[in-house]
């Protein structure tokens, strides 16, 4: 059902360890993929570019991870961008649906030495990264100062 893999990446000289769940993308996994995505930081929804029914996919799973969490980033990365030209593919409405959903797009390819893969990782490990320092500054936040509420202070 899934695949689970890992990736390092250095980011401002920290390591940053990725954890890669690959659900295939199949409904039938939705219910057992909850527990990967419900803690993730970043969901990359990968499609074919070339198959309207893996947009399509990809649509469906963004709506799906959303709803089990709320703080989860979003990217769009699209395989086979070695078939755009090739076959005429207009990709317009992908970059209107990421953009309107305020989505990063990536455009991908393992013909062409898949030189957008690099980026994309350093692009989730510093997203990673600065997630986890702001919940870290938040629960530092939250630890120390308590306020009460007006009502409960004393008057003089």
């Known amino acids: 059902g899934c695949d689970c893999m890992q990736k390092s990446v250095v980011v401002d000289g920290s390591e940053v360890s990725l954890y890669l769940y690959d659900t295939a993308g199949q409904e039938r996994f939705a219910d057992m993929a909850a527990n990967y995505y419900r803690s993730g930081d970043v969901c990359l929804l990968c499609f074919d570019v070339s198959s309207a029914a893996g947009f399509d996919q990809a649509r469906w799973w963004r709506q799906r991870v ?91």
């Open 66 to 156: 959303a709803e089990h969490n709320d703080r989860c980033s979003f990217i769009m990365v699209a395989t086979k961008e070695d078939l755009i030209e090739a076959n005429g593919i207009d990709v317009s409405h992908i970059r209107e649906f990421a953009s309107k959903e305020g989505m990063p797009l990536f455009l991908t390819s393992a013909l062409t030495g898949g030189d957008n893969i690099d980026i994309l990782f350093r692009f989730v490990a510093e997203k990673c990264k600065s997630s986890y320092l702001q919940r870290q500054l938040d629960g530092s936040r939250s630890q120390s100062v308590k306020l009460a509420p007006a009502s409960a202070l004393g008057r003089p």
